[in-house]
């Protein structure tokens, strides 16, 4: 015979006892009664904010960040949110939410009684406090009204401000509030945002398909997000859908189709990480100037200068520029920065101030002062045809020694350790020697060099001395693009700027930058410097550029023992620059000049960038005629002579004449010669 344990819930026989049934009933009857004495005391003696304020919904709305084409490439944000009137969302949007979140929110006065008494009965028998029943009027009234905290007090109060929301509000305003004020994940807030963070579109764009998976989210945004758990978040649209079918909101047909219908999800944002140095430089002055309410909240429309395609250029050439040079040398802690601007304007089109933002937020390309090396001669040799010196004036590359102090002399040296002797200028420049700058800041003087730096742009303080002529004291990225900008705009120099426009929620004007630019140095002194700059690509240390195929002029730097590299050049219409170095000042290693650091990077980034700009030459400015010399004398030879170069002069700086006996032989080069 069979044994039969019985339990003590068990009846006679076997049969289970109704007590379960009975104790739920009787809680669920003195719950209804508590409720409901709890709601009349509340409801009369209870402290309520007013709905006045609704009528006037203002939440926390994200400022945008603008780039030169005004296209969204970044927000300030506590709540990421974009609002959006209610008649432009999709009827089959608001159709979606209704039918997940509740069914019966047309029909209704803000609380859902059944839903009420079913999710309570869950709660007692689980002996818990999770189900909610709530409405989407008692979701919004939570949202804007109330803490998150699950209690029976809170629970009360959203249905008394529930009630009298459905009185003051019409079905639609109390839409809009919710599909504007929820959460759906990945930092968006309202159905806007979501729409654009999810599918990269706005909300008024979005079929059914995409709805039915938006209206999924609001449960548990994290756990449903089609991005990360892809799954999870189909199974939720099929439960939306179906959801949608009972409410006869569409017909199975086309449930069956939207559910079927591929969609596309909106990659992950990564520009963001691209222009990391670039936004933080705007969050920063706004921050300063605005405030911190009303950046984060007040939707502020940011227009920057910034142009995508030059930022992304920046960023790729700066990371695979260092990778190179850490992989062939075996070091790691090597960083960099990248600026480029429009010479004409002032604005600051790109900026890379390092290789990672995430590990250090200092900003290398504003805030790193290092020894500018031979970038700096350029300031030197414009001092000189200041003076009245013209291109093929003479300089001497020859051993020079100073007395420091009474027991110590300077020796200085070229990179290469050899000698050029007597030279033109614009051999100097072009080869970089030191010796022979050395001599020519020696005879145009210190001050004369000081003054022409501060015009051109040069704030940091530079040391009175020689071996300025070799970039011993330190400046910033910013101040030698500018200087270079100066001479690409034919000695204007403008000022370098990042924001265009601020504008406030309801487009009023905050703030508006007008360009602006002071002379510097006269047009034709800033021509002449071009043209001595052009022969360092043609012949000189960054003819490695050579096949860029555009009229480009430029410097490298290179500092003592190679601690920092430098390439800053420019095209009638775009200045970049590069530097390349360790935080802690240390050699980059043997060899590792600019020329084979610092210039790589930037013949990648404009590679990709002078695409972007109409290739032409630079203006000749009034006061500028062009003559045939001889390098070898500096003398002029006739106009219609084959040999040696043409040169740009000043009008009354020609040399004079070659003497008739004095000819090139024809084995005489002209590059041999020169450079």
């Given at each position: 015979m069979t044994s039969q344990v019985l339990s003590l819930d068990d009846g006679p026989g076997g049969r289970p006892r109704k007590k379960p049934f009975l104790l739920a009933g009787t809680l669920l009857l003195c719950f209804i009664l508590g409720m409901g004495v709890g709601l009349v005391f509340l409801a009369r003696f209870g402290t309520f904010p007013s709905f006045e304020s609704v009528k006037e919904y203002q939440p926390s709305?994200?400022?945008?960040?603008?780039?030169?084409?005004?296209?969204?490439?970044?927000?300030?944000?506590?709540?990421?949110?974009?609002?959006?009137?209610?008649?432009?969302?999709?009827?089959?949007?608001?159709?979606?939410?209704?039918?997940?979140?509740?069914?019966?929110?047309?029909?209704?006065?803000?609380?859902?009684?059944?839903?009420?008494?079913?999710?309570?009965?869950?709660?007692?028998?689980?002996?818990?406090?999770?189900?909610?029943?709530?409405?989407?009027?008692?979701?919004?009234?939570?949202?804007?009204?109330?803490?998150?905290?699950?209690?029976?007090?809170?629970?009360?109060?959203?249905?008394?401000?529930?009630?009298?929301?459905?009185?003051?509000?019409?079905?639609?305003?109390?839409?809009?509030?919710?599909?504007?004020?929820?959460?759906?994940?990945?930092?968006?807030?309202?159905?806007?945002?979501?729409?654009?963070?999810y599918f990269g579109k706005g909300v008024d764009e979005l079929g059914l398909a995409e709805s039915s998976l938006l209206a999924g989210l609001p449960k548990a945004p994290n756990r449903y997000s089609p991005r990360t758990h892809p799954d999870l978040a189909k199974n939720r649209q099929r439960y939306v859908l179906r959801r949608m079918v009972e409410a006869e909101f569409l017909s199975q047909d086309e449930a069956d189709q939207a559910y079927a219908a591929k969609i596309v999800l909106a990659p992950p944002p990564t520009f963001r990480s691209k222009a990391a140095y670039f936004l933080e430089e705007i969050r920063i002055a706004l921050l300063e100037k605005y405030g911190k309410e009303s950046l984060y909240g007040d939707g502020l429309r940011i227009y920057t200068t910034i142009d995508t395609r030059l930022q992304e250029a920046a960023h790729t050439a700066l990371i695979e520029g260092i990778k190179a040079t850490e992989e062939k040398n075996e070091y790691e802690g090597l960083q960099g920065a990248v600026l480029a601007m429009d010479p004409h304007s002032g604005a600051v089109l790109a900026m890379v101030g390092g290789t990672d933002f995430a590990q250090s937020q200092f900003n290398r390309a504003l805030q790193a002062r290092r020894q500018p090396g031979s970038a700096f001669k350029p300031i030197v040799y414009t001092a000189a045809l200041s003076s009245g010196k013209t291109l093929v004036s003479m300089t001497d590359d020859s051993p020079i020694e100073f007395e420091r102090n009474e027991e110590e002399l300077w020796k200085p040296r070229n990179y290469d350790g050899k000698?050029?002797?007597?030279?033109?200028?614009?051999?100097?420049?072009?080869?970089?020697?030191?010796?022979?700058?050395?001599?020519?800041?020696?005879?145009v003087g210190v001050e004369s060099a000081l003054r022409t730096a501060k015009a051109l742009g040069i704030e940091s303080p530079i040391a009175r001395n020689l071996s300025i002529a070799l970039g011993s004291s330190g400046v910033v990225p910013l101040e030698m693009c500018t200087a270079y900008a100066t001479y690409a705009n034919g000695g204007l120099r403008p000022t370098p700027f990042f924001l265009r426009e601020v504008r406030d929620a309801r487009a009023n004007i905050l703030e508006k930058t007008t360009p602006t630019a002071v002379r510097a140095i006269p047009p034709d002194t800033a021509y002449l410097m071009v043209r001595m700059m052009q022969e360092v690509i043609l012949n000189g240390t960054g003819r490695a550029a050579r096949g860029l195929g555009h009229h480009l002029a430029g410097k490298t730097g290179t500092t003592n023992e190679n601690t920092d590299a430098w390439f800053?050049?420019?095209?009638?219409?775009?200045?970049?620059?590069?530097?390349?170095?360790?935080?802690?000042p240390r050699p980059l290693g043997d060899r590792q000049s600019a020329a084979a650091v610092a210039l790589p990077i930037w013949i990648r980034f404009m590679k990709q960038a002078l695409p972007l700009f109409r290739n032409r030459d630079f203006p000749v400015p009034p006061g500028i005629t062009f003559a045939r010399v001889d390098p070898e004398t500096g003398k002029a030879l006739p106009p219609d002579s084959s040999r040696g170069i043409l040169l740009p002069f000043r009008v009354g700086t020609v040399p004079e004449r070659a003497s008739p006996g004095r000819r090139l032989g024809p084995s005489h080069s002209l590059q041999d010669d020169l450079l």
């Open positions: 709305v994200s400022s945008k960040i603008f780039d030169r084409y005004n296209q969204v490439i970044g927000e300030i944000y506590l709540e990421k949110r974009t609002l959006i009137p209610y008649d432009k969302i999709p009827r089959h949007l608001v159709s979606a939410f209704v039918a997940a979140e509740d069914a019966r929110f047309f029909q209704h006065r803000g609380v859902d009684f059944t839903a009420i008494a079913r999710a309570a009965v869950k709660d007692l028998l689980g002996g818990s406090f999770a189900q909610g029943g709530s409405t989407i009027t008692q979701q919004t009234v939570k949202n804007l009204f109330l803490t998150r905290e699950k209690s029976i007090s809170r629970k009360l109060k959203e249905l008394i401000l529930a009630y009298r929301m459905e009185k003051y509000l019409s079905k639609e305003e109390i839409l809009y509030l919710y599909l504007n004020q929820i959460y759906l994940g990945e930092g968006a807030y309202g159905v806007e945002t979501a729409s654009r963070t000698f050029m002797g007597p030279s033109p200028l614009i051999k100097a420049l072009a080869k970089s020697r030191n010796l022979a700058t050395i001599r020519l800041l020696n005879e800053i050049g420019y095209s009638p219409d775009l200045v970049a620059g590069v530097w390349v170095g360790f935080d802690t």
